[in-house]
């Protein structure tokens, strides 16, 4: 072989592994530094916990029997105990498996166990951000007042916004109070909440910042 052809061959190896270097180091990077593996279990007919607040990159066992699956289903499908799978949704076969949250979207994923959603059997993943709240930029349509607030906090929302589900977490992250908002201006009591700020999320993703004075 020509010495000229040898020295582009080697050339062209090294540029290949050169490649394959990067996309190694980019990969490693890419992959959550401290992730999370969370474990549900059934109880009877229920998931426990019914309720899950996941860091993106976590990964979800699920511990099942063998007549239970987790089926991702729509948020008005799990209101109905429905069973009708949500598109691109996620679906843990019967007998559980693992659940990778990396692919899935921030904000609130509703799932039943498609043998027993009529009797109630299902469970939430709020997956957020690896900061524990999903940031947004402060959403103008949404207003909560008086802010701060010593007992009463009033929420007005958009028509877009009806219906959809909310939560109240504070500084470490920790759900304090959740529900749906069943209408466009509705009150709030936060007696009981410890002085400091707190988060008011949509489907999981943060709106509006409130601090609560005692």
């Not at 890419?30 to 109880?43: D, G, H, I, Q, R």
């Not at 027993?116 to 997956?127: D, F, Q, R, S």
Request: net charge neutral; aromatic share 8%; charged share 10%.
């Amino acid at each position: 072989m020509h010495p000229i052809v040898i020295i582009i061959l080697i050339f062209k190896s090294k540029i290949m592994k050169s490649k394959i270097l990067l996309v190694a180091i980019a990969i490693i990077y890419s992959l959550p530094m401290n992730a999370t593996v969370w474990t549900v279990v059934t109880s009877g007919l229920t998931y426990s916990p019914a309720t899950i607040t996941v860091s993106a990159g976590d990964t979800i066992d699920f511990v099942l029997s063998g007549n239970h699956d987790a089926r991702e289903v729509s948020q008005s499908t799990y209101n109905m105990n429905g069973s009708t799978a949500l598109s691109g949704g996620f679906q843990v076969p019967f007998g559980g498996g693992d659940l990778l949250t990396a692919g899935m979207s921030l904000g609130m994923h509703y799932y039943v166990c498609s043998n027993h959603n009529t009797a109630g059997m299902k469970g939430t993943i709020n997956v957020q951000s690896a900061t524990g709240i999903n940031e947004n930029s402060p959403n103008t349509t949404l207003l909560l007042f008086p802010n701060p607030t010593t007992d009463i906090i009033t929420v007005k929302a958009s028509q877009f916004q009806k219906n959809a589900a909310y939560s109240i977490c504070d500084q470490n992250g920790k759900t304090v109070l959740n529900g749906v908002m069943d209408a466009e201006t509705f009150t709030l009591d936060v007696n009981n909440f410890a002085a400091g700020l707190y988060f008011f999320l949509v489907d999981g993703i943060k709106q509006q910042t409130f601090n609560v004075v005692k």
